[in-house]
């Protein structure tokens, strides 16, 4: 790590993302784990994990203020990542990815052996509802891996300390995108949003229900906008594949469309503004939906299954179905559930990343810290290790594979067009990739149930 001087005494922080929505949650989770000094100057560098969903300008838009300009944003490669690491001194890296990426990372970071590593911190983006001991030992080895509710701390050191690994690292925060004003209902307004998932539920059948009951919802009640809030365009990626869109079924459905019923892009913290009533089936936008006191219903119309991620709303008071909500019910959340769950609507949330500040402020002034230990390597899981690091190009020590750092042109103007055509490469290569998602990949499937 270069040493410092006077014009690198800011806080240099760097985010490593791998979709949109973790882009939002790494970049948000930087600026509440720095913020606790406002003499301090901090530098946040944004990059972004070249993959099947690496957000599009527009996704970087829509997912709102992150304090990070889109133009200071740029894709790189796991071994680009690591090189930058090693060039660039930062003093804490985020790492917002899926958790083969994040123990790829870990293992990276190892093997560059820096003099002065930076302080590495990982965690969740939302509700952890699936995988919970495979995501967790994934994560294990960062410094920090933040929880976002006591209840999800709980659940992570128990994992830990039943595989006999150090559960120090756990950390309780929250969301960091929770915010807005409380709601306030609003003469003559009265709107339905349904928060929909680009994975949950993943059949036909399933998501075109779901929509025909909103469709009837909107019928019911003429006077009430009803809106579908969709993650991604066709052809985009999020977190999670979509291989069905919303807008798709919906160019199909018989008798068409309501007038008051919309299908909404945009930022979700501007389309709670206007929002009565939020019902999903397990989004985490039923989390800031609660922050905001907004009245919110989880469906059971599919059942209360792990497969939908619903049944973490056990115990809410938020469980419900559609044919309650066509006649009026409006659910009433569970005080003791919401207060084990970070969404801090009792005014709380202000103080929530008070003691993850503090734990990374302690592991700055702690000097050289010890070398990552995660808990895989390729003594405890040597059928499994290997085949994490090599999707990033990354051999079982964690050092690039041969062929995977190569060079960047010398020359200002080759350098440039060859990186103009690689860009278009990638570009015409991840189009392509989608189309075989969206289009190919179900068709197949389906001449297979045949």
Do not use: C
């Not at 006077?223 to 199909?252: C, D, M």
């Not at 190009?393 to 103009?420: C, K, S, Y």
Request: no cysteine.
């Amino acid at each position: 790590m270069p040493p410092r001087t006077e014009k690198t005494t800011a806080l240099r922080v760097a985010v490593l993302a791998d979709s949109d929505t973790r882009w939002k949650w790494g970049a948000l989770t930087a600026r509440r784990l720095t913020a606790g000094d406002p003499a301090r100057r901090v530098e946040i560098s944004g990059l972004l994990l070249r993959g099947r969903a690496t957000p599009t300008p527009r996704q970087l838009a829509e997912v709102g203020d992150v304090g990070i300009e889109t133009a200071r944003v740029r894709e790189v490669t796991a071994v680009e990542f690591l090189h930058t690491v090693r060039d660039e001194g930062y003093d804490v890296v985020v790492l917002a990815l899926v958790g083969g990426g994040v123990q790829a990372m870990l293992h990276g970071l190892a093997a560059l052996r820096l003099e002065s590593r930076p302080a590495v911190v990982t965690g969740y983006v939302g509700v952890v509802y699936e995988k919970l001991a495979d995501g967790l030992l994934l994560r294990h080895g960062a410094d920090i891996v933040l929880a976002n509710s006591r209840h999800d701390a709980d659940r992570f050191r128990a994992v830990y300390e039943g595989v006999g690994a150090d559960a120090s690292a756990v950390t309780e925060a929250a969301l960091p995108f929770l915010g807005g004003a409380p709601h306030t209902p609003e003469p003559g307004r009265d709107t339905v949003v349904f928060a929909a998932q680009p994975s949950v539920p993943a059949s036909r059948a399933d998501r075109t229900y779901l929509l025909r009951r909103l469709v009837e919802h909107a019928r019911l009640h003429p006077n009430r906008e009803v809106l579908l809030k969709l993650r991604s365009k066709p052809g985009e990626h999020t977190t999670h594949i979509e291989e069905l869109p919303y807008q798709r079924l919906a160019e199909r459905l018989p008798g068409g469309l309501p007038p008051n019923f919309r299908l909404v892009y945009g930022h979700m913290g501007e389309v709670l503004d206007r929002t009565d009533l939020l019902v999903t089936v397990s989004s985490t936008a039923a989390l800031e939906s609660l922050h905001r006191r907004i009245p919110t219903a989880v469906l059971t119309d599919l059942g209360v299954r792990e497969a939908l991620g619903n049944h973490h709303f056990v115990g809410s008071g938020l469980l419900t179905s559609w044919d309650h909500l066509d006649g009026g019910l409006r659910p009433e959340p569970d005080p003791g559930w919401l207060a084990g769950q970070g969404v801090a609507a009792d005014g709380t949330y202000a103080a929530a990343y008070d003691h993850a500040r503090a734990r990374v402020d302690a592991l700055l002034a702690a000097g050289p810290l010890p070398a990552l230990a995660p808990y895989y390597t390729p003594a405890t899981a040597p059928g499994y290790l290997p085949g994490i690091l090599a999707r990033h190009h990354l051999a079982p020590d964690g050092h690039p594979l041969p062929g995977a750092g190569r060079p960047r042109e010398t020359g200002r103007v080759r350098g440039a067009v060859r990186e103009a055509v690689r860009e278009a490469v990638r570009e015409a290569a991840r189009g392509a990739y989608r189309q075989g998602v969206q289009r190919v990949a179900p068709v197949i499937r389906r001449m297979g149930e045949l």
